[in-house]
């Protein structure tokens, strides 16, 4: 039985006053106060609902009947009640087993306590619930450039031109790209002439991460099957659309609040940040990025100041989907040949697909296909975390190919932690598996047999073999172990066994040495490197390495960056060779936020090579054309409507001031995330009016927008009144002009007016009554100066 506890107040509402307590009435006509029996029969309150000290945010109409609580069924299941715990319409509180209610008079809240089972779990987001920015694009084009020539001594000259020409507008970007190639001099072994290489339409729909792609793609693969370069149509999905999301299973820690509580969390001995929860039963998600095995303490901290820890050990893999979320693409079209060779050269008509699916927070699901007109492939694989002991993956694959069958089948094991990784790839196939990546080749099949197959003159390995392990051993540097092992049909074999170390040593320095060795050849290669850093833009490298080949070689390197902001840039560097002369190379870069360009020469003595380079990027957006540096990704063009030399700031830090016209290219922009673009407003002229100073935007990738800062030129000034004697108008004069806001006179009667008309009537009232009046011409103010008026004197109205 429900226990009702606390004093009821004067209700909002009241209902049901019985005919005879108006009956009565005073001489003055008012009625007599209200019946306190009649009250307490049934008063209806508008209160907020608090359920096991966790506001709802409801303000729910409560009936109370004779002291008990009735609210309506909707109401409590929309704060969260199951509702097989609740009768169909009006409830009564008093009625439901183990459930108290307590009229709060002061909050006007209703407290309702209920078996904790009751109340649904709830996720707080321990990385907050920001709202994701939709991605900008506007309408433009560019050109990305990178001319190069060189020459040899003995050899002769050359030059070459890339481009990526993009055009962007709404959803769909054009992109195009190709080189030119011209030997200048000498009988260089080279294609000359204008080759293509991507021409491709793509449409991207952000909201559900998918992506459409018209011309030169590349399919989509798994880690064990391949891709192919196709000329058609592909639809897939695409995460890096969506920043915002993580992909993988991230663990979620849940517990149990009386009180609203704070929650710190520790990884791996890190605090990774901080959270408030509200009471009852919480799932902390969206937890920081994390990989491998690890622990997280959780501290969490009531209202007195009372605090708990707890430790849970996790496992992360990245390799795995959320449950329920799916990847993939499917991809038909012809056959990519000679590519980088022959500009349109297409082959057979062929089909790939790929599919991943997230079962649960365990276990991954993929499937593979590719098909054409002498191929059948079909595939099925899974990942499997293992608890906290690591993942497995597994993958089976029949093909069907020129009426040959074979098979390929993949397995491997991964664990990492914070102090130690390995890692296993292993791969088996039959010598008559094929795919797309080995379809188009020429001669596929010798038609000599060998033990009753014929043998495949392209093909994958027979087997391959992969192990590594790395160590991290704190002060004492990072070892890394690796070897690989591959097969081929005719028993060929390469294996190779590689070896590191690596150790931070006095300030930014560090130390790195390396051995391989090749199992069949039966010889050594080692390497040692050691990085020193100079200041904060130079730095020197000695680098010594031996190898069966080429002996052993020393080499030394001296290395200036090159400013952000731009400026100059050098390196450096001088080889001796044991079994050649020296090597020698120097390079001088310069880049300003235009254009960038390099040049040097590299090469052993009567064999040098000297080179230059410009790279840049020619824009067009807003009927304006720009110079910049290469832009990769996306780009911002700001807009201060006409006004040059203003002051833009990226992220907070300047990136150059506006042009005659009023517009600076900002390149470098990293899509989708939410940068910050912004004005220095101070040496504006005082009569300019601003919307705002500042605006956040996230742009579409390869694209570009036009962010603008609207600007408006004012007549504005200052008005010196005085009356007939001489004195100050008083101050809270009011300052009247047709169709103008009102103005306030300040000290010394001065009064500041906006929007100016040529000729100004000023009608002003004073603050003991009465009016004056008094009118001035504005002059020409060419250079957008601060002005004063006056003294004028406002003439008293009769």
Same mark, same amino acid.
């Given at each position: 039985?429900?226990?009702?506890?606390?004093?009821?107040?004067?209700?909002?509402?009241?209902?049901?006053?019985?005919?005879? +307590?108006?009956?009565?009435?005073?001489?003055?006509?008012?009625?007599?106060?209200?019946?306190?029996?009649? /009250?307490?029969?049934?008063?209806? %309150?508008?209160?907020?609902?608090?359920?096991?000290?966790?506001?709802?945010?409801?303000?729910?109409?409560?009936?109370?009947?004779?002291?008990?609580?009735?609210?309506?069924?909707?109401?409590?299941?929309?704060?969260?009640?199951?509702?097989?715990?609740?009768?169909?319409?009006?409830?009564?509180?008093?009625?439901?087993?183990?459930?108290?209610?307590?009229?709060?008079?002061?909050?006007?809240?209703?407290?309702?306590?209920?078996?904790?089972?009751?109340?649904?779990?709830?996720?707080?987001?321990?990385?907050?619930?920001?709202?994701?920015?939709?991605?900008?694009?506007?309408?433009?084009?560019?050109?990305?450039?990178?001319?190069?020539?060189?020459?040899?001594?003995?050899?002769?000259?050359?030059?070459?031109?890339?481009?990526?020409?993009?055009?962007?507008?709404?959803?769909?970007?054009?992109?195009?790209?190709?080189?030119?190639?011209?030997?200048?001099?000498?009988?260089? =072994?080279?294609?000359?002439?204008?080759?293509?290489?991507?021409?491709?339409?793509?449409?991207?729909?952000?909201?559900?991460?998918?992506?459409?792609?018209?011309?030169?793609?590349?399919?989509?693969?798994?880690?064990?099957?391949?891709?192919?370069?196709?000329?058609?149509?592909?639809?897939?999905?695409?995460?890096?659309?969506?920043?915002?999301?993580?992909?993988?299973?991230?663990? +979620?820690?849940?517990?149990?609040?009386?009180?609203?509580?704070?929650?710190?969390?520790?990884?791996?001995?890190?605090?990774?940040?901080?959270?408030?929860?509200?009471?009852?039963? %919480?799932?902390?998600?969206?937890?920081?990025? /994390?990989?491998?095995?690890?622990?997280?303490?959780?501290?969490?901290?009531?209202?007195?100041?009372?605090?708990?820890?707890?430790?849970?050990?996790?496992?992360?893999?990245?390799?795995?989907?959320?449950?329920?979320?799916?990847?993939?693409?499917?991809?038909?079209?012809?056959?990519?040949?000679?590519?980088?060779?022959?500009?349109?050269?297409?082959?057979?008509?062929?089909?790939?697909?790929?599919?991943?699916?997230?079962?649960?927070?365990?276990?991954?699901?993929?499937?593979?296909?590719?098909?054409?007109?002498?191929? +059948?492939?079909?595939?099925?694989?899974?990942?499997?975390?293992?608890?906290?002991?690591?993942?497995?993956?597994? #993958?089976?694959?029949?093909?069907?190919?020129?009426?040959?069958?074979?098979?390929? %089948?993949?397995?491997?094991?991964?664990?990492?932690?914070?102090?130690?990784?390995?890692?296993?790839?292993?791969?088996?196939?039959? #010598?008559?598996?094929?795919?797309?990546?080995? !379809?188009?080749?020429?001669?596929?099949?010798?038609?000599?047999?060998?033990?009753?197959?014929?043998?495949?003159?392209?093909?994958?390995?027979?087997?391959?073999?992969?192990?590594?392990?790395?160590?991290?051993?704190?002060?004492?540097?990072?070892?890394?172990?690796?070897?690989?092992?591959?097969?081929? %049909?005719?028993?060929?074999?390469?294996?190779?066994?590689?070896?590191?170390?690596?150790?931070?040593?006095?300030?930014?320095?560090?130390?790195?040495?390396?051995?391989?060795?090749?199992?069949?050849?039966?010889?050594?290669?080692?390497?040692?490197?050691?990085?020193?850093?100079?200041?904060?833009?130079?730095?020197?490298?000695?680098?010594?390495?031996?190898?069966?080949?080429?002996?052993?070689?020393?080499?030394?390197?001296?290395?200036?960056?090159?400013?952000?902001?731009?400026?100059?840039?050098?390196?450096?560097?001088?080889?001796?060779? +044991?079994?050649?002369?020296?090597?020698?190379?120097?390079?001088?870069?310069?880049?300003?936020?235009?254009?960038?360009?390099?040049?040097?020469?590299?090469?052993?003595?009567?064999?040098?090579?000297?080179?230059?380079?410009?790279?840049?990027?020619?824009?067009?957006?807003?009927?304006?054309?720009?110079?910049?540096?290469?832009?990769?990704?996306?780009?911002?063009?700001?807009?201060?409507?006409?006004?040059?030399?203003?002051?833009?700031?990226?992220?907070?830090?300047?990136?150059?001031?506006?042009?005659?016209?009023?517009?600076?290219?900002?390149?470098?922009?990293?899509?989708?995330?939410?940068?910050?673009?912004?004005?220095?407003?101070?040496?504006?002229?005082?009569?300019?009016?601003?919307?705002?100073?500042?605006?956040?935007?996230?742009?579409?990738?390869?694209?570009? !927008?036009?962010?603008?800062?609207?600007?408006?030129?004012?007549?504005?000034?200052?008005?010196?009144?005085?009356?007939?004697?001489?004195?100050?108008?008083?101050?809270?004069?009011?300052?009247?002009?047709?169709?103008?806001?009102?103005?306030?006179?300040? !000290?010394?009667?001065?009064?500041?007016?906006?929007?100016?008309?040529?000729?100004?009537?000023?009608?002003?009232?004073?603050?003991?009554?009465?009016?004056?009046?008094?009118?001035?011409?504005?002059?020409?103010?060419? =250079?957008?100066?601060?002005?004063?008026?006056?003294?004028?004197?406002?003439?008293?109205?009769?």
């Amino acid at each position: 039985m429900a226990v009702v506890r606390g004093q009821l107040i004067l209700p909002v509402t009241i209902m049901l006053l019985g005919s005879s +307590a108006w009956a009565q009435q005073g001489d003055d006509g008012l009625p007599p106060p209200p019946d306190a029996r009649a /009250i307490n029969e049934q008063a209806v %309150f508008h209160l907020g609902l608090v359920i096991n000290h966790y506001d709802t945010q409801q303000v729910v109409p409560v009936t109370r009947r004779q002291n008990d609580f009735y609210i309506s069924n909707a109401d409590l299941l929309h704060a969260g009640i199951p509702a097989e715990h609740l009768p169909q319409g009006e409830v009564n509180l008093s009625t439901l087993p183990n459930v108290r209610a307590e009229y709060d008079s002061e909050g006007q809240r209703l407290l309702l306590t209920v078996p904790k089972e009751w109340v649904p779990e709830r996720d707080t987001a321990f990385s907050g619930n920001a709202k994701r920015s939709e991605p900008k694009y506007g309408q433009g084009a560019l050109l990305n450039y990178d001319v190069y020539t060189s020459t040899t001594e003995h050899a002769g000259g050359q030059a070459a031109l890339w481009h990526e020409f993009r055009y962007f507008n709404g959803n769909g970007t054009f992109s195009s790209t190709g080189s030119l190639r011209k030997t200048i001099t000498g009988d260089m =072994e080279q294609q000359e002439g204008y080759v293509r290489y991507d021409s491709t339409l793509t449409f991207l729909d952000e909201d559900d991460a998918t992506q459409w792609d018209v011309g030169d793609v590349i399919t989509d693969a798994l880690t064990w099957s391949s891709s192919v370069r196709v000329g058609g149509l592909r639809y897939g999905r695409d995460f890096s659309l969506r920043p915002d999301l993580v992909t993988w299973p991230i663990p +979620a820690f849940s517990g149990e609040a009386a009180v609203p509580t704070s929650v710190d969390v520790f990884i791996n001995g890190y605090r990774a940040g901080n959270t408030q929860i509200q009471p009852g039963p %919480f799932t902390l998600t969206n937890m920081p990025y /994390i990989n491998g095995a690890g622990d997280a303490v959780l501290v969490t901290t009531d209202a007195l100041g009372r605090q708990v820890s707890t430790t849970l050990p996790f496992y992360v893999a990245s390799d795995l989907l959320k449950p329920g979320l799916s990847d993939g693409a499917i991809t038909v079209g012809s056959l990519r040949r000679n590519y980088g060779v022959d500009n349109f050269d297409y082959g057979p008509l062929v089909g790939s697909g790929s599919y991943r699916y997230g079962v649960n927070d365990y276990l991954t699901l993929e499937a593979h296909g590719e098909g054409a007109e002498s191929l +059948a492939l079909g595939g099925a694989g899974a990942v499997v975390k293992l608890g906290r002991l690591g993942v497995v993956n597994s #993958a089976w694959t029949q093909s069907h190919m020129y009426g040959e069958d074979g098979n390929q %089948f993949t397995w491997g094991y991964q664990y990492n932690t914070s102090l130690f990784s390995v890692n296993t790839q292993h791969s088996r196939r039959t #010598a008559a598996f094929g795919n797309l990546a080995l !379809y188009d080749q020429i001669g596929n099949y010798n038609d000599m047999r060998q033990g009753g197959e014929r043998t495949p003159i392209a093909s994958l390995s027979r087997n391959t073999d992969q192990y590594s392990l790395t160590f991290n051993m704190g002060n004492y540097g990072n070892v890394g172990a690796a070897w690989i092992g591959v097969r081929s %049909f005719d028993n060929d074999k390469t294996e190779l066994l590689n070896l590191s170390w690596s150790r931070n040593l006095w300030g930014s320095s560090s130390i790195y040495l390396a051995a391989s060795r090749d199992n069949q050849q039966g010889d050594w290669t080692f390497a040692m490197s050691l990085q020193i850093p100079i200041g904060e833009t130079d730095s020197a490298a000695i680098t010594m390495e031996k190898t069966p080949d080429a002996g052993s070689t020393q080499r030394i390197n001296y290395n200036h960056v090159m400013p952000t902001d731009g400026g100059f840039s050098w390196n450096m560097a001088l080889a001796r060779q +044991a079994d050649n002369k020296t090597y020698q190379q120097g390079t001088l870069g310069w880049r300003n936020n235009k254009v960038e360009l390099q040049g040097g020469a590299y090469g052993e003595r009567d064999m040098m090579t000297w080179w230059g380079e410009a790279l840049g990027s020619v824009v067009l957006m807003d009927g304006q054309v720009f110079a910049a540096n290469r832009i990769n990704d996306a780009f911002a063009v700001i807009s201060t409507g006409g006004h040059a030399n203003v002051p833009v700031n990226y992220e907070n830090q300047p990136v150059g001031v506006t042009d005659d016209n009023g517009y600076l290219l900002v390149s470098g922009v990293s899509a989708y995330y939410p940068a910050s673009y912004s004005i220095d407003t101070l040496n504006l002229p005082a009569d300019t009016r601003l919307k705002d100073t500042e605006r956040k935007i996230s742009l579409r990738r390869h694209s570009g !927008y036009l962010v603008e800062f609207p600007m408006v030129q004012e007549r504005v000034a200052s008005v010196i009144l005085h009356d007939e004697n001489g004195e100050a108008i008083p101050v809270a004069s009011l300052v009247d002009r047709t169709g103008k806001a009102t103005a306030i006179v300040g !000290y010394d009667g001065i009064a500041w007016l906006e929007t100016l008309d040529d000729v100004n009537p000023l009608h002003v009232r004073l603050p003991e009554g009465g009016s004056c009046d008094a009118s001035f011409t504005v002059a020409p103010n060419p =250079e957008h100066k601060l002005q004063t008026y006056g003294p004028l004197t406002c003439r008293r109205n009769p």
